[in-house]
C-alpha cells in the first residue's frame, strides 16, 4: 500500500516569506508527527496529532510554525516569516494510534530559505 | 540538553563481521527505546524496538540489549552486510508522552565487502 506521502520534496524560499509543507499519511493511521532534522543531527519533535486535534505542541519553535490537520488525515505545517535558521529537513510520520505503535516516515520536504 | 546520544558519528566494519552501534540516555522516564535506519533522500524507517521491562530483543541478524542501570542501549548487527549502510537513529519514548520520539544525533554505519 501507499507509504506516507510529503509534498513538495524540495522547497527554496527567501528569508520572510510564507511557506506551507503538506503531509499525507498512510490511510487508517490516526497519529501524525512532524519532525524537523537540521544537518548532521537526529529528527527533532516539533508537534503531533491524535486525529484532529493537537495532542503536543511542545517542539514547535514559536509562534511562527503552525500546524493543521483539519480533517483528520492531511496535514500541513505552516511556516511565517520564515528564516535562513529554519532550512532543514521536515519530516513528517504516521502510525495506527499514538502509543507504542511503530512511526512510519515520508521521505521529507527539504526547506531552503535564503 | 541531549536526552539521546550517539557519540559515535560513524563506523565502519567489515562484511561479514559484527556491527555495534552505541546509544546513552539520560531520561529515566524513557519506557521504550527503538533504531531506526535511514539511506540518504529517504525518511527513517524502523529497525527493531525494545521496552524497558526487557533487556534484549532479537530479530533475525538485529539485537537490541539495554542496560537500564547504565541507561546504555546498543544495537549488534550480525553479520553485517553491504546493504546495512546507512544512518541509524536510536529514539527514545517517555512513559505517558504519547508518541513523541526523542532521537539522538545518529551513526553513520558503512559495512566495506
Known amino acids: 500500500g501507499a507509504g506516507v506521502s510529503q509534498t513538495p520534496s524540495n522547497k527554496v524560499t527567501e528569508k520572510g516569506k510564507y511557506v506551507e509543507l503538506r503531509c499525507d499519511p498512510i490511510?487508517?493511521?490516526?497519529?501524525l508527527y512532524w519532525y524537523r532534522q537540521s544537518l548532521g543531527q537526529g529528527p527533532e519533535f516539533l508537534i503531533y496529532?491524535?486525529?484532529?486535534?493537537?495532542?503536543?505542541d511542545s517542539g514547535l519553535p514559536n509562534d511562527r510554525f503552525f500546524a493543521v490537520r483539519p480533517e483528520g488525515s492531511v496535514s500541513t505545517l505552516k511556516i511565517q516569516r520564515t528564516e535562513r535558521g529554519d532550512s532543514a529537513v521536515y519530516l513528517c510520520?504516521?502510525?495506527?494510534?499514538?502509543?507504542?505503535?511503530?512511526?512510519?516516515f515520508g521521505p521529507g520536504t527539504r526547506l531552503l530559505v535564503l | 540538553d541531549q536526552q539521546v546520544k550517539q557519540n559515535s558519528p560513524s563506523l565502519s566494519v567489515q562484511e561479514g563481521r559484527i556491527s555495534i552501534l552505541n546509544c546513552d540516555y539520560t531520561?529515566?522516564?524513557?519506557?521504550?527505546f527503538l533504531w531506526y535506519k535511514k539511506y540518504p533522500a529517504e525518511g527513517p524507517t524502523f529497525l527493531i524496538s525494545?521496552?524497558?521491562?526487557?533487556d534484549k530483543n532479537e530479530d533475525g541478524r538485529f539485537t537490541v540489549f539495554l542496560n537500564k542501570s547504565a541507561k546504555h542501549l546498543s544495537l549488534h548487527i550480525v553479520p553485517s552486510q553491504p546493504g546495512d549502510s546507512a544512518v541509524y537513529f536510536c529514539?527514545?519514548?517517555?512513559?505517558?508522552?504519547?508518541?513523541?520520539?526523542?532521537f539522538g544525533q545518529g551513526t553513520e554505519l558503512s559495512v566495506k565487502p
Open positions: 525494545i521496552s524497558s521491562i526487557k
Open positions: 496529532f491524535q486525529g484532529t486535534g493537537a495532542a503536543d
Open positions: 529514539a527514545a519514548k517517555e512513559y505517558n508522552q504519547g508518541g513523541k520520539l526523542i
Open positions: 510520520a504516521s502510525s495506527l494510534g499514538a502509543g507504542g505503535e511503530t512511526q512510519y
Open positions: 490511510s487508517g493511521h490516526t497519529a
Open positions: 531520561n529515566s522516564m524513557f519506557d521504550y
